[in-house]
C-alpha cells in the first residue's frame, strides 16, 4: 500500500503537481524580480540624494577660502579700489575685496562663510574693463554673480548664485522677477565726511548708513562703520575681521612678551607710551650715553613707539625702555633703567612741545592727506631737524607711502619688462611694492594766525619760496 501511495497515486498526478508547482514557481520568481527591481531602484534613489548632498558639500568647501588662503588674504595691503558692500542688516554682513567674499553674523563677529572668488570663472573684481558685479536679493538670502564689461571678453566667463545661510556656491542664473535688494548709495554724497578710504557704496536704510573703510592700509583693518540717524553724535566701528584683528598695542606687548625671560613678566597695565619721531628718540639715546648705558645707534627718520614697562622678577619690579618701530612693529632697542634714568626720560618724553610745532605739524599732516591721499596709501609723515626761531622754523619733512594699486603686473611697463627678461622685471616688481619716501625741506612762518609754508629750491644753499602742497600735484 505504501508501494502504491508512493508510485501509483503520486504517478497520476505527476504532471497536475508539476503544473501547479511551476505556476507557483513562476509568480514567485516575477515577485522577487519585482521586489529587486524596486530595492535596486530605491538603492539608486538614495545613491543620487547621498550624491547631490556630498556634490554640494564639495561644492562649498571647492570654492571656499582656505585658512592659510585667508591668512595670506588679511596680511595684504590694501591697493587702488576698496571693499564693496553687498548687503547689511542687524544680523549679516556682506561684503567681497578682490578674490574674498563674506558673510559675517553681525550678532558674534564670526565669519560664517569665506569664498575664494579666483575659484569661480568670474571677472574678478578690480579696475578694468571687466568687472565682477554682485546682487543680492531683498531678503538677503542669496547673491547673485555675473561679469560685466565687452561682450568679447566676458563671454567665457560663468554666472553663479550663493546661498548666503549655508555658503552653498552653484552655476545659475538668478531668477526672473528677482526682488533685489535696493538700499545702495554712493558714499561721497550719501555720507558726510566719510573716514578713511572708504567703500565707494554705502547702504542707508530707515535707521542706519553702513559703509566700509580703512584707515590703517591692510586688509585686516577694514572696518564697517554704522551711522545711527537718530543721534548724530553716535557712530559705530567695528573690525568686519575682528576676531582675528589683533591691535598694534597688543602686537608690541605680545613681542615684549616673547622677548623676557621665563621668571620675567609684564606687570598688568604697567606700560607707559609714547608715539614720537625720530628727534625724540634721539634725545632719548643722547641721555642715556651720559649714563653709559648705551653705545651709539643710527636713528632713521620715522615713527617710532617709545614704551616703558614695568616688569617682575624675582619678587622685585623695575623699568624696562623698548624702543619700537611703528611701521614694522620690530624693537629696535630695549635696556633697564635705574630710577633717576626712568624720571629723566620720562620727563624728556613728556616735555611740552611748542605752539609753532603743533601747528605746523597739524597743517602738513591736514594738507598731504588732502593732496596725496588720492594717489597713495600715506604709511607715514615725520618732521626731524626742527629748528625753531621766535615765529618761524625751518625743517625736513618727510612722507613714507604705497601705491595703491598691488599688482604690479597690470602696468604696462612691467608687463612689458616681464617679456624681456626675468631679472629687469623681478627688479620693477619688487620697486613698485616697496615703501617709497619723498623728502622736503620746509620753512613755516607764522604771521599772526596765518602759517605760511616756503620750500628751499636751490640746488645749493638756501632759497626759500612760498609753496602750497598742491603745486607738487599740478604739471
Excluded at 546682487?135 to 561682450?151: C, E, F, H, I, R
Excluded at 616688569?311 to 635705574?338: A, G, M, Q
Excluded at 622754523?393 to 624681456?420: C, G, S, V
Amino acid at each position: 500500500m505504501l508501494e502504491n501511495f508512493y508510485t501509483t497515486k503520486m504517478s497520476m498526478d505527476k504532471k497536475k503537481l508539476q503544473n501547479r508547482f511551476s505556476k507557483i514557481r513562476s509568480k514567485s520568481g516575477r515577485v522577487s524580480k519585482l521586489m529587486a527591481f524596486v530595492i535596486f531602484a530605491a538603492v539608486l534613489l538614495i545613491m543620487a540624494i547621498l550624491s547631490l548632498i556630498i556634490a554640494a558639500t564639495v561644492n562649498r568647501n571647492d570654492y571656499a577660502m582656505t585658512e592659510n588662503e585667508f591668512s595670506d588674504y588679511i596680511n595684504r595691503p590694501i591697493g587702488s579700489i576698496m571693499a564693496e558692500l553687498d548687503y547689511v542688516d542687524d544680523h549679516k554682513l556682506v561684503f567681497h575685496y578682490l578674490e574674498g567674499f563674506f558673510i559675517i553674523n553681525q550678532e558674534t563677529n564670526e565669519i560664517d562663510h569665506m569664498i575664494n572668488l579666483k575659484k569661480l570663472n568670474v571677472s574678478q573684481h578690480q579696475q578694468g574693463s571687466t568687472f565682477l558685479e554682485i546682487k543680492v536679493d531683498k531678503a538677503g538670502t542669496y547673491a547673485y554673480l555675473s561679469s560685466v564689461g565687452p561682450a568679447d571678453e566676458i563671454k567665457g566667463y560663468e554666472t553663479y548664485i550663493i546661498n548666503l545661510d549655508n555658503g552653498e556656491v552653484k552655476k545659475g542664473k538668478m531668477p526672473k522677477n528677482t526682488e533685489l535688494f535696493t538700499g545702495k548709495a554712493d558714499t561721497l554724497w550719501a555720507v558726510q565726511n566719510p573716514v578713511g578710504w572708504y567703500s565707494n557704496n554705502c547702504i542707508v536704510n530707515k535707521d542706519k548708513t553702513y559703509y566700509l573703510t580703512s584707515e590703517a592700509g591692510k586688509v585686516i583693518d577694514i572696518q564697517l562703520v554704522t551711522i545711527y540717524h537718530n543721534n548724530e553724535d553716535m557712530t559705530g566701528y567695528n573690525y568686519v575681521f575682528s576676531k582675528y584683528y589683533v591691535s598694534d598695542y597688543r602686537k608690541k606687548q605680545n613681542l615684549i612678551q616673547e622677548r623676557l625671560s621665563d621668571d620675567e613678566e609684564i606687570l598688568i597695565n604697567s606700560g607707559l607710551s609714547w608715539e614720537v619721531n625720530a628727534d625724540v628718540v634721539k634725545s632719548v639715546f643722547d641721555k642715556l650715553r651720559e649714563t653709559n648705558q648705551m653705545k651709539y645707534i643710527d636713528v632713521k627718520d620715522g615713527n617710532y613707539d617709545i614704551t616703558i614697562y614695568q616688569i617682575w622678577k624675582n619678587d622685585i619690579s623695575y623699568p624696562r625702555l623698548y624702543v619700537i618701530d611703528n611701521y614694522s612693529i620690530e624693537i629696535l632697542f630695549s635696556t633697564d633703567l635705574r630710577e633717576e634714568e626712568h624720571n629723566s626720560i620720562v620727563s624728556i618724553l613728556n616735555r611740552p612741545t611748542s605752539q609753532l610745532y603743533q601747528k605746523t605739524s597739524e597743517y602738513l599732516k591736514q594738507e598731504f592727506y588732502r593732496v596725496y591721499k588720492q594717489y597713495y596709501d600715506i604709511q607715514s609723515l615725520t618732521i626731524s631737524n626742527w629748528q625753531e626761531s621766535g615765529n618761524e622754523a625751518t625743517f625736513h619733512y618727510n612722507m613714507t607711502y604705497l601705491y595703491y594699486n598691488r599688482d604690479p603686473d597690470k602696468l604696462a611697463y612691467i608687463q612689458e619688462a616681464k617679456k624681456q627678461g626675468h631679472e629687469k622685471y623681478e627688479t620693477l616688481y619688487n620697486d613698485y611694492l616697496a615703501l617709497k619716501q619723498a623728502n622736503h625741506e620746509f620753512k613755516v612762518v607764522l604771521n599772526g594766525d596765518t602759517l605760511e609754508l616756503y620750500s628751499n629750491v636751490a640746488p645749493k644753499g638756501t632759497e626759500w619760496v612760498p609753496i602750497k602742497i598742491d603745486d607738487y600735484v599740478r604739471g
